[in-house]
């Protein structure tokens, strides 16, 4: 049986840092830029568990966050360390499995295969362990046949755990937990299905559920076949690099501040940059998309000339992109900010990184996603 442990990377920023700074584990830390400096705009990036207990999520205003735990200690973001780390990551993975599809610059797919749940399970205490003794960077990990019930798992094993669910025991595991917990499920979807009377994954699946998901086309089609504990997914090789990289952000408020959304962009810029260049692409394109109040979508993309490392052009031209957007609609509709998106595109090899690439080929991009399109709200549920 074919087997996809799902490897999510425990706030990721943060354990980066603290590998650096044992003094400070056990301690609410946060990666952002600090609120005590004086009048600082920006958003937390990553916050400890130990911070989230107090209600800190990524995100969130520093202000706010700042607010809830005038404790914590604050680190400014190292995208260069992050992005070692990630690499580091990832050679860990490569010696599991040939099979290796990254997500972002702290979650990626192994796929392997196994015979039992067993031995699956065996391999991904391997995994975890390995990450820690070698790294010192936690992980929690799901295992499922299917790619989407292993993100899901993986999400109701952290911090730190492990959640394996066979085939047979699927539609029972998803059956109690929020249908939020599905990828591309994000609150506006979450609002039309509980005025449908949907609140849980397993509600998707009842009999009278079938008339009212068609008013969602094949997405609902494709809920309902997931619910039943037999998901859409793709098992095709789709041999090649990606098309692009993306990281979106749902703002914790509605808002027309540019300094604010300004600040937003260029950490997603960076963090995009830093995805790509960790995977070993270059990029030659950018886009930046906003979604506005009342959830219309606007967007507009730059060719950079030629391919591109580093967060530097992606942080400038994701700046520009959005002060041409915003002033554009200073003069319509003067509409709040919902979510912004960063998508970087034309993504080619790095300079001598033809080794990595032919690795990555190899892997194959197994398990697409069976929600296809874009997720409802990307960047909803913090990630790191």
């Not at 009278?208 to 309902?224: A, I, K, P, Y």
């Amino acid at each position: 049986m074919r087997w996809c442990l799902y490897v999510d990377m425990d706030a990721f920023y943060v354990s980066c840092e603290l590998r650096d700074r044992g003094d400070l584990r056990g301690l609410p830390v946060v990666v952002g830029p600090d609120p005590r400096q004086g009048h600082v705009r920006g958003v937390v990036l990553s916050a400890s568990y130990e911070a989230r207990r107090f209600g800190l999520r990524s995100a969130m205003p520093v202000s706010r966050a700042h607010a809830l735990c005038p404790a914590a200690v604050w680190i400014p973001a190292d995208f260069p360390k992050y992005e070692r780390a990630a690499r580091e990551v990832r050679a860990v993975l490569f010696r599991f499995s040939p099979d290796v599809l990254p997500f972002s610059i702290d979650e990626a797919a192994v796929w392997v295969d196994l015979p039992s749940a067993i031995e699956a399970r065996d391999l991904g205490d391997r995994i975890q362990a390995t990450l820690h003794s070698e790294l010192q960077l936690p992980a929690s990990i799901g295992i499922s046949p299917y790619r989407t019930v292993a993100k899901i798992a993986t999400d109701t094993a952290k911090p730190a755990g492990i959640r394996v669910v066979p085939p047979n025991e699927t539609a029972d595991f998803l059956a109690p937990l929020p249908v939020r917990s599905i990828p591309g499920v994000g609150p506006k979807t979450e609002a039309v299905l509980q005025g449908l009377g949907i609140e849980t994954i397993g509600q998707l699946r009842t009999g009278n559920s079938t008339s009212q998901l068609r008013r969602l086309g094949t997405f609902g089609e494709e809920l309902r076949a997931l619910a039943s504990g037999s998901p859409h997914e793709s098992t095709e090789l789709d041999v090649g690099p990606p098309k692009s990289r993306s990281s979106d952000r749902t703002l914790p408020e509605d808002t027309r501040d540019e300094a604010t959304l300004a600040d937003a962009v260029r950490d997603l810029a960076r963090e995009a940059a830093v995805g790509v260049q960790s995977e070993g692409f270059r990029y030659e394109n950018l886009t930046v998309r906003i979604r506005w109040e009342d959830f219309q979508q606007v967007q507009r993309g730059r060719s950079l000339g030629a391919a591109r490392e580093g967060t530097e052009p992606s942080v400038a031209e994701a700046a520009r992109l959005l002060h041409e957007l915003l002033q554009e609609e200073r003069t319509g509709r003067n509409r709040r900010v919902r979510l912004l998106s960063v998508r970087l595109g034309g993504l080619s090899p790095r300079v001598g990184t033809q080794r990595r690439l032919d690795r990555y080929l190899r892997a194959g991009r197994r398990g697409r996603a069976p929600l296809d399109g874009a997720p409802d709200e990307p960047g909803a549920s913090p990630k790191r």
